[in-house]
């Protein structure tokens, strides 16, 4: 057995918001209490943590990553902080003559066109000239669409399927070819590439991960891959939940994907219902303000409920992507097909759980709630793109965009949320997405700091169908982060904060205050059961 003492602190706990000490014994939470009362514990201790005034939480989950995608961008040409269409180009020229003779495809990631003046992205023979005729891929910000050079169309074949654009922009069916093509690899670098991203999370206080494998994002043996190098704490890696977006029509087709990957939390996930605003591909009732055409939907209501049935009748978790408000309305109706057929009861046994969920009035959210739907949502895509000036607005119009991600409704009814960065997408950065849904655009639509960062922690557990984690309470395991913070306070929803409060002495733990003039708090440990994963401490 192995004991950690940390003291001389400030620790996150609902079970003792005064608390100043915790020990960690053979990685469980054995005690925890004030520092005057640590002594005893402190001879027995393997390893005493002098805190020096830091503040321990339980370990962030991020409920939607792409593991490979997010390794390869940090490893990719960032293009996220680029300010014109003439930076990306000169970024891809600087990568292009910096390259080897015998590289692969050159990849870049991150751009969003309505950042720049021209509002349109690279063409093909933009590309071409600024890499000298190689392949090319480059991923737009939210990875249902990118552009590529003319040489990867033409290995790919893409200018025969549907999705091509003959500027080079790929979307669908030649969008999925060009990822397959530019990103094939060999075992060991994808190994790596899992290992970076992460070891990356686990920077930022990730103890936990939500991975969204499906065809075109990676493979079944990679995601079976992912769940041995994550199996155990010692291992060094996150914690790992792991869902498939694969189609199913019977429950047949589920136990063969269920067999094929053992240890499944659930087929779904990335499972897409539509695409996204920012492609111009989630499927919306009236057309887009700044483009023809209302999306793309890619399931219908029969295949939604098909596959509800038949991944419930295999006894694990369904779940589906859905952004747009039609998107949505197809799903509504599956749902209910497949509760006619199933029952409330079963599916409610299993679960069915929708990621993103964007577009939500009321009688949506009035049958999210009575359906017993759990969300996972992404608080960073308002910060990101919300706004009356954002690019939600120029997709939607006003009044469409000042209605999405409408938090503060999903929380006031009930239905269960967690918080994910759906990285690459956006970084994966747990307080800026617990600051996000603070601060939200529309300030109708803010939670409080303290149920952000549940959604954030136990959230991310709770869909994972663990609902006893995610606290700090004796007898839990012990994922945690130790975390250095200017300042630490009780945060209301409309930015009203105590810094020791009557609702803290009430029993609401103290975390760190976030705002534009506040320094991020920064990670000085990550534990999972009890293991360091990230360590500046020692």
């Known amino acids: 057995m192995t004991s950690t003492l940390y003291r001389g602190g400030v620790v996150h706990s609902p079970a003792d918001p005064f608390a100043e000490a915790i020990l960690v014994e053979d990685g469980t939470v054995a005690w925890l209490g004030a520092d005057d009362t640590a002594d005893g ?235 996204s605003i920012g492609s111009h591909t989630a499927a919306l009732r009236a057309p887009y303000a700044d483009a023809p055409g209302d999306g793309t939907l890619q399931m219908t209501a029969e295949r939604i409920c098909n596959h509800l049935t038949a991944v419930s009748r295999a006894g694990v978790q369904s779940g589906f992507h859905v952004i747009g408000d039609r998107a949505m309305d197809e799903l509504l109706i599956g749902l209910r097909a497949a509760v006619d057929v199933e029952g409330a009861a079963a599916l409610a046994r299993t679960g069915v759980r929708l990621e993103h969920a964007e577009m939500i009035d009321a009688p949506t959210l009035a049958a999210l709630a009575l359906l017993g739907v759990q969300l996972s949502v992404q608080p960073a895509f308002d910060a990101t793109w919300g706004g009356p000036d954002g690019l939600y607005a120029r997709r939607l119009g006003g009044a469409r965009a000042a209605a999405l991600n409408p938090l503060a409704d999903l929380a006031g009814v009930g239905v269960p949320l967690a918080f994910g960065s759906d990285s690459p997408v956006t970084p994966v950065d747990p307080w800026a997405g617990v600051r996000a849904a603070v601060e939200h655009h529309a300030a109708e639509q803010r939670i409080s700091a303290r149920a952000a960062f549940r959604a954030a922690t136990r959230g991310g557990w709770r869909l994972a169908g663990r609902p006893d984690v995610g606290d700090l309470r004796v007898g839990a395991p012990a994922h945690l982060a130790v975390w250095r913070a200017e300042h630490l306070a009780v945060q209301a929803p409309d930015g009203r904060l105590s810094a020791w409060s009557p609702d803290a002495q009430a029993g609401t733990p103290l975390l760190p205050l976030l705002g534009a003039d506040e320094p991020p708090p920064v990670c000085l440990r990550t534990v999972r059961a009890g293991v360091p994963l990230f360590d500046t401490l020692a």
């Open 41 to 275: 514990f402190a001879a027995r201790a393997d390893e005493v943590v002098d805190l020096d005034g830091a503040l321990v939480t339980p370990g962030f989950v991020d409920a939607h990553v792409h593991v490979l995608e997010t390794g390869l961008a940090l490893e990719s040409v960032d293009l996220s902080a680029t300010t014109s269409l003439g930076d990306a180009l000169a970024a891809v020229r600087g990568a292009a003559a910096a390259r080897g003779a015998g590289d692969g495809p050159l990849l870049g990631f991150g751009w969003d066109e309505q950042r720049w003046p021209e509002r349109r992205p690279p063409t093909s023979a933009e590309l071409d000239a600024a890499a000298g005729g190689a392949r090319v891929y480059l991923a737009r910000a939210d990875l249902h669409s990118a552009v590529v050079s003319s040489a990867l169309a033409a290995e790919a074949g893409l200018e025969r399927l549907d999705g091509w654009s003959a500027d080079g922009r790929v979307e669908l069916a030649a969008h999925h070819a060009a990822r397959e093509a530019a990103r094939a690899m060999d075992g060991p670098r994808r190994t790596a590439l899992y290992r970076r991203a992460l070891g990356e999370a686990a920077r930022r206080g990730v103890v936990s991960v939500h991975e969204h494998s499906a065809p075109f994002i990676d493979t079944r043996e990679g995601l079976v891959e992912l769940l041995g190098l994550t199996a155990h704490a010692h291992d060094g890696l996150p914690h790992l939940v792991a869902y498939r977006g694969e189609p199913c029509v019977t429950v047949d087709d589920a136990r063969e994907v269920l067999e094929a990957i053992p240890g499944l939390t659930g087929i779904g996930g990335d499972l897409n219902v539509d695409g």
